[in-house]
């Protein structure tokens, strides 16, 4: 990315008297497909270009700003008013660290008749699979972000990502009950994404995850054995636990974890981390938004809490090492400490004898919305796809179930931990930004929870 002239100074004017500044570089290319039945309802494109300024002072408060000016005459104005004064000395960057994660079709490469094809063809299997199918929403996305990070310890960071997703939902309608299906694909990969997952593969799921669901008897309630199958995803581990190891809210005392480094907190099975670094998933990085590298951190080991998730605001106001999960959602928002794939470690059960081992309880094969405390880890989780387990064997559908529990109280009750691992994808929300993260888990076996169902 080329920088602006006169960046050297900003940075020097901005870090004068400061514990820590940096300067924050983005231009985001974006491409949007959405139909809608059988119609393309949005194509749209476009480029967004800031930069974000930062100053972090010796009390710890951080001062933010951001503008689409790059002139070096409008940044000096900026980190004036933040706090910046006129600097002692003025050094040059220091050495410039870049890379960008491997893709190997490029979307930008592909014509854009191709990507509507793409689009059409997964509207058009969903809406034949059945009469009953109602609606049909397919969505393609894709993104490029450009980075430049640069800071008072003198880092020079550059980094470019792609980010690819697609997705299709489904609503289905049976004497006057709707059902909905909804099946998203994606990371930071190009379009060698639909490799693996076709759009019709995709569109099938979501079709029939729908008119699954028509069939499906009301879930019954009460306390009970669950099974959360590996395809599940890692909703529970990133909403009810996730988010109470992120240093903001662990070290300020905001969470159940806070004060507990070197406890047992789980179960001696469970092993939670976060890497950044593997490859393709959707939250994935070369360095966070702050310029750090990222880093694989284990969260939870055997158990025992190992570590917080830091980014370099915390770090400094803690007195530890940022681990390369400083995030933010665009030029327009400062760094805070955010997950980004997060997941349970496999255990050692094969996944067929845990359902097996379940005289009586529920299968939960995909995780909906829900409700969670971050200072308590209590949870409320909707179930969008799953089946009674009836003498060790998979019975019927259900609908309507909900999970209803605490976060860290599941972690520490889980018995059973299988040897297989599913990935979800999603927007995470915190503090009015939005990142993307994946999350993953084994199939995992709860020995008893709150079922929200039909009672009696």
Known sequence: MKLPKGVERVLASLSEGALFADLYFERTRDLRIVLEGDKIEQLSSGEDAGVGLRRIEEDFHTNYAFSNDFSADTLLALARRLGGREARSVRDLGPKASGQLPVKVPPEEVDLSRK??????????????SPEIRQVRVVYQET????????????WVEETRRYTLFAVQVVAERDGVLQQGYEPVGGTVGLELFEEDPPEAVARRAAE????????????????PVVLSS???????HEAVGHGLEADHAEEGFSVYAGRLGEQVASPLITVIDDPTLPGKRGSYLFDDEGVP??????IENGVLKSFLYDRATALKFGKNPNGHGRRESYRHRPIPRMANTYIAPGPHDPEEIIRSVSRGLLVKKMGGGEVNPVTGDFVFEVTEGYLIEDGEVGEPVMGATLVGNGPEVLRIIDMVGW???????????????VPVSDAQPTLRIPEIVVGGEVG
């Open 231 to 237: 395809s599940a995803g890692g909703t529970m581990i």
């Open 420 to 434: 297989d691992l599913g990935f979800g994808i999603g927007t995470c929300g915190k503090d009015g930004q939005g």
């Open 144 to 155: 490029e972000k450009r980075l430049a990070m640069l800071d008072s310890e003198r880092r």
């Open 294 to 299: 990222a880093e694989k951190v284990i969260l």
């Open 116 to 129: 509507i094809a793409l689009v059409k063809q997964a509207g058009e299997v969903a809406r034949r699979l």
């Open 209 to 224: 995850r729908a008119l699954l669901m028509l069939s499906a008897r009301r879930a019954p309630g009460g306390r009970m």
